[in-house]
């Protein structure tokens, strides 16, 4: 499994700072055939692609409870410069890129494939958003997030007339989107068990999805996607909760686990307005890795397994009680108070 990343330790739409380094060490001096070299590439494309056809289905199925949308169009946009310098003419051979922008691919049922949006397109604009020039330098997303920016943006229901090359024949398509919460989804190249949301942003590792398969793992997204709708990352920092190592300590600890269960709560909600299954949460949190990862290791910060299992198993009979609410929604604007005790369920 790991060698499968090894060739190319990337991120589909994104490349941190701690990851450069590692993706600039690209195993250039072992020669790899063609059809290897086609096969890493088709695992990548398909693990964004699986990424991104969540992320869609989150964040337009939740959109009534955003109050910063997005165009939801369904297209997964790679660029060349973010592929280590040493791949790139494979790169650029096997996407057929005509261009510094293309399609890795389309979303099943979303607008843009009813729009006739196909992998492997040249994107040459992508509405009034000017489609960034490749950079030569190394692996870089600096303008792979300009054009997301730029594209979330965009008035989120009306139509975009978006420019293809499609084998080298110009094309145009007309994208009508539909309303989702304006989140970017990433996709981290590595065996560690890492998820994170930075208010636009929501960012999963490959670890996630190798140890807990593809539909486990939609708790992990829901449940960063709910830090977003809620804001908790500008809100911790507006009550001077301090991030990292000090996270678990003092004042800091209510500040993290009121953020965390209030993301456990509303996570369950935002699964079920999608459609998923009802036990999705609970069998997460009783899977032996997410066991395993409370108890000793744990840091404070987080609430304990027993607590979010609890949060978990509490809603889900909610939502069959009463269907989907939205909780602390309508709060997101107010302080975080460090108050995290009432919001774990009585056993
Ligand atoms: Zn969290």
């Known amino acids: ?10 991120i589909l739409t994104a ?8 993706a600039l060490s690209l195993a250039a001096n072992r020669p790899e055939s063609d ?3 086609a096969a890493q590439l088709e695992s990548v494309r398909a693990a964004g692609l699986a990424l991104a ?3 869609f289905r989150l964040s337009t199925a ?5 109050d910063r949308l997005e165009p939801g ?3 997964q946009l790679h660029r060349i410069d973010q592929y280590p310098l040493a791949a790139r003419a494979a790169v650029r051979a096997h996407f057929r890129f005509a261009g510094a922008t293309a399609v890795a691919g389309v979303v099943p049922g979303s607008p ?3 729009a006739g949006v196909r992998a492997d397109d040249t994107v040459l604009a992508f509405g009034p958003v000017a489609v960034p020039p490749a950079s030569d330098g190394p692996p870089s997303t600096v303008g792979l997030v300009a054009l997301w920016q730029g594209v979330a943006a965009l008035p989120p229901t009306a139509p975009i007339r978006i420019d293809l090359l499609r084998d080298g024949a110009p094309l145009t398509v007309t994208v009508t989107p539909i309303p989702a919460c304006r989140t970017r989804y990433e996709l981290l190249f590595t065996p560690a068990l890492e998820a994170s949301a930075n208010g636009e942003m929501v960012q999963i590792s490959t670890g996630y999805t190798d140890r807990f ?3 486990l793992v939609l708790a992990v997204l829901a449940h960063e996607l709910a830090h977003n709708i809620l804001r908790h990352r500008d809100r911790l920092k507006a009550v001077g909760a301090e991030f990292g190592m000090l996270s678990g300590f003092g004042r800091n600890m209510g500040f993290f686990r009121q953020a965390e269960l209030q993301a456990d709560t509303l996570a369950v909600h935002l699964l079920a307005r999608a459609g998923y299954p009802a036990d999705l949460a609970s069998r997460f949190r009783q899977h032996p890795v997410a066991r395993a990862r409370s108890g000793m290791f744990q840091s404070p910060s987080h609430p304990q397994w027993r607590d979010r299992l609890r949060v978990a198993l509490a809603e889900e009979a909610r939502i069959a009680a009463n269907g989907p609410g939205a909780p602390f929604v309508a709060e997101r604007d107010a302080p975080l108070t460090g108050d995290w005790r009432p919001l774990v369920p009585k056993p």
């Open 53 to 55: 056809s969540a992320g």
């Open 15 to 22: 490349l941190p700072s701690s990851v450069r380094a590692g």
């Open 73 to 75: 169009h369904g297209i």
């Open 1 to 10: 499994m790991f060698r499968r990343f090894c060739l190319f330790l990337l």
């Open 35 to 37: 059809s290897a070299v």
């Open 112 to 114: 843009a494939e009813q």
């Open 62 to 66: 939740n959109a009534a409870l955003c």
């Open 213 to 215: 398969g593809d539909e």
